[in-house]
């Protein structure tokens, strides 16, 4: 049972039975703050951030870590990884505003985004963001408008057609993707030419971001010589001067016991080594690397805990046994069929059992958090914990059914910090008009 304590934080512990994770029992949290209750682990955000921070700056000294709010974020936990060193990707008006909020020094944010509009490209210029990441022809028409005399500075985000071998709903570097501009049409060389002419723009770098998650390094071995060969022709043909590469995010995560995800230090060295190696055959001055890990800093560091209510048993078909939470809070089983590991927070010591489906608690015969997983003979009132929730659950929750969107508290050598309340039945009708 024990051996799912890998896929928890770091400080996670059994203890007479009882999960605890910072030194807080998980049931306690639960009958503190109700359930679902999403625990993130500070020591292990920390530990991530400095994990990506180290390892590529030992191997590739000018690395920028930048934080993909997508994966979950709020103001405390942009303030916590501000103060590890971490810039941000954001790819919203909502997102630049939490940053922003958080105290995030505006030249650290990447703008990123397929479709920004013309207000969010606004409040990107005005508030001074370091980087726009441009997406398309559209958004470098539109900077050219909303410019006013700035010089704003962009990279170009490209699809180098690399599939990174994860689902379809998370694959956006190949070319049929909405996403940048394709290398294989000419579109890219034509956005380097109009970046090249352009007042409102200044070209640094180029960018791409390959899908998620990504267990193998190949995909970036592969990618980053395509990237480089183009930035290549770029400078003998357009007088490119490339001071940066983005290679995007997609580190993995290790949700279950037989995927395990590689290390930072094998994603660190591979495409370390692909930089200096593609730049070094091309003559190119080596460029500052940029990362964008999501998932990968605050995926481990996050558990969702949900408390078992019915428990239907269909004999010789299924025993389904629903939770308090489900697809509202975490949509990933049901969107595209991601797979969790189950451990029972409150009887954790305990083998055996019978195999099971947790359900969640939402319309939709969909709605199954974990299908067929063995586990003790569960009871109303038993506190479950889904290890690895802390990238794309909350950040993708939804209010479906009119349910309460969960609360996040942050946990730390036995304290707990209340850094998200449960919404109200009145935070449901607060935007009503009547
Ligand atoms: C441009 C870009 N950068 C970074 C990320 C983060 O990916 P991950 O959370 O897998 O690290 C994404 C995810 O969609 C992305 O689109």
Same mark, same amino acid.
């Given at each position: 049972?024990?051996?799912?304590?890998i896929?928890?934080?770091?400080?996670a512990?059994?203890?007479r039975?009882?999960?605890?994770?910072?030194?807080?029992d998980?049931?306690?949290?639960?009958?503190?703050?109700?359930?679902?209750?999403?625990?993130?682990?500070?020591?292990?955000?920390?530990?991530?951030?400095?994990?990506?921070?180290?390892?590529?700056?030992?191997?590739?000294?000018d690395?920028?870590?930048?934080?993909?709010?997508?994966?979950?974020?709020?103001?405390?936990?942009?303030?916590?990884?501000?103060?590890?060193?971490?810039?941000f990707?954001?790819?919203?008006?909502?997102?630049?505003?939490?940053?922003?909020?958080?105290?995030?020094?505006?030249e650290?944010?990447?703008?990123?985004?397929?479709?920004?509009?013309?207000?969010?490209?606004?409040?990107?210029?005005?508030?001074?963001?370091?980087?726009?990441?441009?997406?398309?022809?559209?958004?470098?028409?539109?900077?050219?408008?909303?410019?006013?005399g700035?010089?704003?500075?962009?990279?170009?985000?490209?699809?180098?057609?690399?599939?990174p071998?994860?689902?379809?709903?998370t694959?956006?570097?190949?070319?049929?993707?909405?996403?940048?501009?394709?290398?294989?049409?000419?579109?890219?060389?034509?956005?380097?030419?109009?970046a090249?002419?352009?007042?409102?723009?200044?070209?640094?770098?180029?960018?791409?971001?390959?899908?998620?998650?990504?267990?193998?390094?190949?995909p970036?071995?592969?990618?980053?010589?395509?990237?480089?060969d183009?930035?290549?022709?770029?400078?003998?043909?357009?007088?490119?001067?490339?001071?940066?590469?983005?290679?995007?995010?997609?580190?993995?995560?290790?949700?279950?016991?037989?995927?395990?995800?590689?290390?930072?230090?094998?994603y660190?060295?591979?495409?370390?080594?692909?930089?200096?190696?593609?730049?070094?055959?091309?003559?190119?001055?080596?460029?500052?690397?940029?990362?964008?890990?999501?998932?990968s800093?605050v995926?481990?560091?996050?558990?969702?805990?949900?408390?078992?209510?019915?428990?239907?048993?269909?004999?010789?078909?299924?025993t389904?046994? %629903?939770? @308090?939470?489900?697809m509202? !809070?975490?949509?990933? $089983? /049901? =969107?595209?069929?991601?797979?969790?590991?189950? +451990?029972? #927070?409150?009887?954790?010591?305990?083998?055996?059992?019978?195999?099971?489906?947790?359900?969640?608690?939402?319309?939709? %015969?969909? @709605?199954?958090l974990?299908? !067929?997983?063995?586990? $003790? /003979? =569960?009871?109303?009132g038993d506190?479950?914990a +889904?290890? #690895?929730?802390?990238?794309?659950?909350?950040?993708?929750?939804?209010?479906?059914?009119?349910s309460?969107?969960?609360?996040?508290?942050l946990?730390?050598?036995?304290?707990?910090?209340?850094i998200r309340?449960?919404?109200?039945?009145?935070?449901?009708?607060?935007?009503?008009?009547?």
């Amino acid at each position: 049972m024990s051996d799912k304590l890998i896929l928890f934080p770091e400080t996670a512990r059994i203890e007479r039975g009882h999960l605890s994770i910072g030194g807080r029992d998980a049931a306690e949290l639960c009958r503190e703050f109700g359930t679902p209750l999403y625990v993130f682990d500070e020591a292990m955000l920390r530990t991530q951030c400095r994990g990506f921070i180290g390892e590529f700056r030992q191997r590739y000294p000018d690395t920028r870590v930048v934080y993909a709010c997508k994966a979950f974020i709020n103001r405390a936990l942009a303030a916590l990884l501000a103060g590890e060193g971490l810039g941000f990707d954001v790819v919203s008006g909502g997102e630049l505003s939490i940053v922003l909020a958080a105290g995030a020094a505006p030249e650290r944010i990447y703008f990123h985004g397929n479709n920004k509009s013309r207000e969010e490209l606004a409040a990107a210029l005005g508030r001074g963001v370091g980087r726009i990441v441009a997406d398309n022809f559209h958004e470098l028409a539109l900077l050219e408008e909303l410019a006013a005399g700035r010089r704003q500075k962009v990279l170009l985000r490209l699809t180098p057609g690399i599939d990174p071998h994860t689902h379809k709903f998370t694959t956006t570097g190949i070319v049929d993707s909405k996403f940048g501009f394709s290398l294989v049409d000419g579109q890219a060389e034509e956005a380097v030419k109009l970046a090249g002419r352009s007042r409102a723009v200044e070209l640094v770098g180029l960018h791409f971001h390959l899908g998620s998650p990504i267990f193998e390094m190949e995909p970036y071995e592969k990618a980053i010589p395509v990237v480089l060969d183009f930035a290549a022709a770029m400078k003998e043909r357009h007088g490119l001067a490339l001071q940066e590469l983005s290679i995007g995010g997609g580190f993995a995560v290790s949700y279950v016991l037989d995927r395990p995800a590689p290390p930072i230090a094998a994603y660190a060295e591979a495409i370390a080594t692909a930089v200096r190696e593609a730049c070094r055959q091309r003559r190119l001055a080596g460029p500052a690397l940029v990362i964008e890990p999501g998932r990968s800093i605050v995926g481990r560091a996050g558990v969702a805990l949900y408390s078992v209510g019915a428990v239907k048993r269909i004999p010789g078909v299924r025993t389904y046994v %629903s939770v @308090d939470g489900g697809m509202a !809070d975490n949509i990933r $089983p /049901a =969107l595209y069929g991601a797979k969790y590991e189950v +451990l029972v #927070a409150n009887r954790a010591g305990e083998e055996g059992g019978e195999v099971v489906s947790i359900a969640g608690k939402f319309c939709e %015969s969909g @709605d199954i958090l974990v299908q !067929d997983v063995r586990l $003790p /003979a =569960l009871r109303a009132g038993d506190i479950l914990a +889904l290890p #690895a929730a802390g990238a794309y659950c909350l950040s993708m929750a939804s209010n479906y059914n009119s349910s309460l969107k969960p609360p996040v508290v942050l946990v730390k050598d036995g304290q707990a910090r209340l850094i998200r309340r449960r919404e109200s039945y009145d935070d449901l009708m607060r935007c009503d008009e009547v």
